[in-house]
């Protein structure tokens, strides 16, 4: 078995194919905006055994460790050893770099079995977040609500508006875990529909909510409405289910036959407007920690 960085975009298609043939058993979420981001890149490990792909790794902006492997692969054990390795040199040299000691985390279905003992075979621990997914039928009409007087909604005006997108999304989430160049990720994503990419303006013309809106799958059938968030000066105004229920109702009528969101356990507020929404869980992932 050999290993390899990043080397050229057709080591990114040959992931994709990768990914592609895995479906729907990927665990890996956003890959095409990932790749955009030059920290992300640097990560990137690919693992071949006779000039074929049997997996790879990359560590995101947030230490989180994403992978796939080729379940059939006859060293598999071994593959997945050099995979958590890989992780946690890319953590010590970032921890390294910026003089703090964060862990190398990694998630996965709860019903994947499989992989929660390989993480906690190598010694990473369980978390008590959890990510939840929420899903929405759309074979229903959808219940619109409506906006306090002088909101109004309009999709993002291009990259011009990304700083302040930017400083919306902080603001809304009360952290840094957004930056120009992840945001420009986004909108540069192969996916990425800027018509669906939602702001709520206050009357003094200040952003004051966002949900961004497209599709999961090739086929537009499965659509999402996150991530969402409304800045603190306008928050419990009805803001957010405005936004969603109108991004609910262009992702129905562009044919999706249904729409999913994602959000933390421990964001209660997103939960209950997901479930006055008509979102239903369906699913959630398990967080696991290993320190570096």
């Not at 990768?18 to 095409?32: E, G, K, Q, V, Y």
């Not at 009360?174 to 702001?199: C, F, I, K, S, W």
Request: proline share 4%.
């Amino acid at each position: 078995m050999q290993s390899s960085m990043l080397r050229s975009e057709n080591d990114i298609q040959a992931i994709r194919e990768f990914i592609t043939r895995l479906a729907p058993h990927s665990t890996l979420a956003d890959f095409d905006e990932q790749m955009l981001l030059p920290t992300v890149r640097a990560t990137v490990r690919i693992f071949t055994d006779e000039h074929k792909m049997v997996g790879f790794a990359y560590v995101d902006d947030y230490d989180n460790l994403w992978f796939e492997t080729d379940a059939n692969y006859p060293f598999l054990r071994e593959l997945e050893r050099q995979i958590v390795e890989w992780g946690i040199a890319c953590i010590k040299k970032r921890n390294q770099e910026t003089g703090v000691a964060n862990t190398l985390d990694c998630s996965c279905r709860t019903e994947d079995t499989r992989r929660i003992h390989l993480l906690e075979r190598h010694g990473f621990g369980q978390q008590s977040t959890r990510t939840r997914r929420y899903s929405h039928p759309l074979d229903l009409p959808i219940i619109t609500y409506p906006l306090p007087d002088g909101f109004s909604i309009r999709c993002v005006q291009g990259d011009d508006e990304v700083q302040s997108l930017v400083c919306l999304h902080q603001a809304a989430f009360g952290t840094d875990n957004m930056t120009v160049e992840q945001r420009l990720a986004m909108t540069h994503a192969p996916h990425y529909l800027p018509e669906m990419d939602l702001v709520v303006v206050a009357p003094n013309s200040e952003l004051a909510a966002f949900c961004v809106c497209g599709f999961d799958d090739p086929d537009k059938k499965v659509g999402y409405t996150d991530p969402i968030g409304t800045h603190p000066h306008f928050q419990r105004m009805g803001l957010a289910s405005a936004i969603v229920s109108t991004g609910l109702q262009m992702l129905q009528n562009a044919g999706a036959v249904r729409a999913e969101l994602g959000t933390s356990s421990e964001n209660v507020a997103m939960q209950k407007l997901a479930e006055k929404l008509g979102f239903v869980c369906i699913s959630e992932k398990l967080w696991f920690a290993k320190v570096v």
